[in-house]
């Protein structure tokens, strides 16, 4: 027992009551008391602590009360709940606890079965009571999941962690992971011992679309006119009937025949295509390969600083495997996307967001087809809301722009103020997560994570060495040809 309920303020009621504590117990801490129909579950909201010897300025003032009474003694705490629900049936709680009541600390039992933790689930770190955070795997990514922070507070540290649960699961119950990666920070998973088995390599500049799969419906050709399109797709149906695989160029020759002024916009659009050197003959790599259960499929972006050529590799790629899920031909799959608000950006015409429909398509559409999204974003005031509000559970981290705390607030339901005043003060690593995943607020440590970390560096003095290194290389190479 840590205290008995006591009778202030108009409480104890339904939605708050104190307890005297006699025990050990910290702000945020589970506490419960025996009700009908069993056993209510609290928060604790706030601890005060008072002393009547203290309570009156002008008597401390005149004199020293603990040089004449034993003051330590009349010391006590007080601290607030806030009622959740009864356990086991976890309803709300219709009748007010009673004064004198005793209080407890909440059993771990009743806390994991609160949280709806799951032993088989991805544990991804502990609560401070150091209660495991074990989640269930449905429940985090069949609505979708989004990670807000600002940066450095530890997005892709999480992430890596999420990603190190699937990779250890038995691939039978696992998910196909693919994973938009810009800036190459998890190269890792692919270079450890421990992941390598488990993890494909697919940098942006051996990544090929095949050019038969292009069609006018793209969103890259959204200038042409309705001729010009029907021109294309019909160039297009005519050297697919032809032979079966055919590059830009057999494209753009194909179209020679067609007159100058319907044919001029039509390649100038190719002409753009093929300078960006993700169109080929045959796709690579092939939907089959990046997409295997219990295999992590890394799209590397690191080595092109185009936003174009990422987000039509995603718009292709996303569409590839959305359709192919529809059908059954590929594995349930999880589709996580770093920098999310680049790829389904808010407020910005469909030429420079061309991977935000799928983005969205999926958000929208993917939990009754096993078409999972995770979306990582220091930014989400930048990111599509179509696709952020669908997403079941959030994961924020620290966050202290005021506008990214306000935005999260409107695309978070039921995310109160308690809750998101403690957004800004989280260390790193520290996490909260909401909705359906937990069902409640669940404030957690995330876990270190096991695979080594990167080689590269994004340490400045290293990449200033790396650069004067490079440097003289380039240098010894040329004065070696003179
Ligand atoms: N849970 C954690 N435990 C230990 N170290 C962590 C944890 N989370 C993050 N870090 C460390 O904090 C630093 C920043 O983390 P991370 O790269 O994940 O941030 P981020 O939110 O992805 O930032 P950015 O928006 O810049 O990509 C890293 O050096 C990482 O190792
Ligand atoms: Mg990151």
Same mark, same amino acid.
């Given at each position: 027992?840590?205290?008995?309920?006591?009778?202030?303020?108009?409480?104890?009621?339904?939605?708050?009551?104190?307890?005297?504590?006699?025990?050990?117990?910290?702000?945020?801490?589970?506490?419960?008391?025996?009700?009908?129909?069993?056993? !209510?579950?609290?928060?604790?909201?706030?601890?005060?602590?008072?002393?009547?010897?203290?309570?009156?300025?002008?008597?401390?003032?005149?004199?020293?009360?603990?040089?004449?009474?034993?003051?330590?003694?009349?010391?006590?705490?007080?601290?607030?709940?806030?009622?959740?629900?009864?356990?086991?049936?976890?309803?709300? !709680?219709?009748?007010?606890?009673?004064?004198?009541?005793?209080?407890?600390?909440?059993?771990?039992?009743?806390?994991?079965?609160?949280?709806?933790?799951?032993?088989?689930?991805?544990?991804?770190?502990?609560?401070?009571?150091?209660?495991?955070?074990?989640?269930?795997?449905?429940?985090?990514?069949?609505?979708?999941? $989004?990670?807000?922070?600002?940066?450095?507070?530890?997005?892709?540290?999480?992430?890596?962690?999420?990603?190190?649960?699937?990779?250890?699961?038995?691939?039978?119950?696992?998910?196909?992971?693919? !994973?938009?990666?810009?800036?190459?920070?998890?190269?890792?998973?692919?270079?450890?011992?421990?992941?390598?088995?488990?993890?494909?390599?697919?940098?942006?500049?051996?990544?090929?679309? $095949?050019?038969?799969?292009?069609?006018?419906?793209?969103?890259?050709?959204?200038?042409?006119?309705?001729?010009?399109?029907?021109?294309? &797709?019909?160039?297009?149906?005519?050297?697919?009937?032809?032979?079966?695989?055919?590059?830009?160029?057999?494209?753009?020759?194909?179209?020679?025949?067609?007159?100058?002024?319907?044919?001029?916009?039509?390649?100038?659009?190719?002409?753009?295509?093929? %300078?960006?050197?993700?169109?080929?003959?045959?796709?690579?790599?092939?939907?089959?390969?990046?997409?295997?259960?219990?295999?992590?499929?890394?799209?590397?972006?690191?080595?092109?600083?185009?936003?174009?050529?990422?987000?039509?590799?995603?718009?292709?790629?996303?569409?590839?495997?959305?359709?192919?899920?529809?059908?059954?031909?590929?594995?349930?799959?999880?589709?996580?996307?770093?920098?999310?608000?680049?790829?389904?950006?808010?407020?910005?015409?469909?030429?420079?967001?061309?991977?935000?429909?799928?983005?969205?398509?999926?958000?929208?559409?993917?939990?009754?087809?096993?078409?999972?999204?995770?979306?990582? %974003?220091?930014?989400?005031?930048?990111?599509?809301?179509?696709?952020?509000?669908?997403?079941?559970?959030?994961?924020?981290?620290?966050?202290?722009?005021?506008?990214?705390?306000?935005?999260?607030?409107?695309?978070?339901?039921?995310?109160?103020?308690?809750?998101?005043?403690?957004?800004?003060?989280?260390?790193?690593?520290? $996490?909260?997560?909401?909705?359906?995943?937990?069902?409640?607020? !669940?404030?957690?440590?995330?876990?270190?994570?096991?695979?080594?970390?990167?080689?590269?560096?994004?340490?400045?003095?290293?990449?200033?060495?790396?650069?004067?290194?490079?440097?003289?290389?380039?240098? &010894? &190479?040329?004065?070696?040809?003179?």
């Amino acid at each position: 027992m840590i205290g008995k309920v006591i009778s202030i303020n108009g409480t104890p009621n339904t939605s708050e009551f104190w307890f005297v504590v006699t025990g050990r117990v910290l702000k945020d801490e589970f506490v419960s008391v025996d009700v009908e129909g069993g056993k !209510l579950l609290g928060r604790v909201d706030e601890i005060a602590s008072g002393n009547d010897y203290f309570s009156v300025p002008e008597t401390i003032k005149e004199f020293s009360p603990e040089e004449f009474f034993p003051t330590d003694e009349w010391e006590f705490s007080v601290a607030k709940v806030v009622p959740l629900v009864v356990m086991p049936s976890k309803k709300r !709680l219709l009748y007010p606890v009673h004064p004198g009541d005793k209080v407890y600390k909440a059993s771990e039992e009743d806390v994991r079965a609160f949280y709806s933790f799951d032993e088989r689930g991805l544990f991804l770190g502990s609560m401070r009571n150091g209660i495991d955070v074990r989640v269930n795997l449905t429940k985090l990514f069949q609505k979708h999941l $989004a990670i807000l922070a600002m940066s450095g507070a530890g997005k892709s540290y999480l992430t890596s962690v999420i990603i190190e649960e699937l990779l250890k699961r038995e691939p039978s119950r696992s998910l196909a992971i693919i !994973l938009a990666d810009v800036h190459g920070e998890y190269v890792q998973f692919y270079e450890d011992k421990k992941f390598r088995d488990r993890a494909e390599l697919f940098p942006v500049d051996e990544i090929k679309i $095949a050019t038969s799969n292009l069609s006018s419906s793209w969103p890259i050709f959204k200038s042409l006119t309705a001729k010009q399109k029907m021109v294309l &797709d019909s160039a297009l149906r005519e050297l697919r009937a032809d032979k079966k695989a055919f590059s830009i160029d057999d494209l753009m020759e194909h179209l020679s025949a067609v007159n100058e002024k319907t044919r001029d916009p039509i390649i100038s659009v190719l002409r753009s295509l093929k %300078s960006m050197n993700i169109f080929g003959v045959y796709d690579n790599p092939s939907i089959n390969k990046i997409c295997k259960q219990g295999q992590l499929s890394i799209i590397d972006f690191s080595k092109t600083t185009s936003q174009r050529v990422r987000q039509i590799v995603l718009y292709y790629f996303g569409h590839l495997l959305f359709s192919r899920r529809i059908e059954g031909i590929v594995p349930p799959f999880v589709l996580i996307v770093e920098e999310a608000h680049n790829f389904a950006p808010q407020n910005v015409e469909v030429e420079r967001s061309l991977s935000r429909g799928i983005i969205e398509k999926i958000a929208r559409e993917g939990r009754k087809f096993g078409a999972s999204l995770v979306m990582i %974003s220091q930014r989400p005031v930048h990111l599509s809301t179509t696709a952020l509000s669908q997403c079941g559970t959030k994961i924020i981290l620290r966050v202290t722009n005021p506008y990214d705390i306000d935005n999260i607030k409107k695309s978070s339901e039921g995310l109160d103020v308690s809750v998101l005043s403690r957004i800004p003060s989280l260390s790193v690593g520290e $996490a909260i997560m909401i909705g359906e995943a937990t069902g409640y607020p !669940l404030v957690f440590n995330v876990r270190k994570k096991e695979v080594m970390d990167s080689k590269r560096s994004f340490d400045l003095e290293k990449l200033a060495e790396e650069y004067a290194k490079e440097q003289k290389r380039n240098d &010894d &190479d040329l004065n070696a040809f003179m």
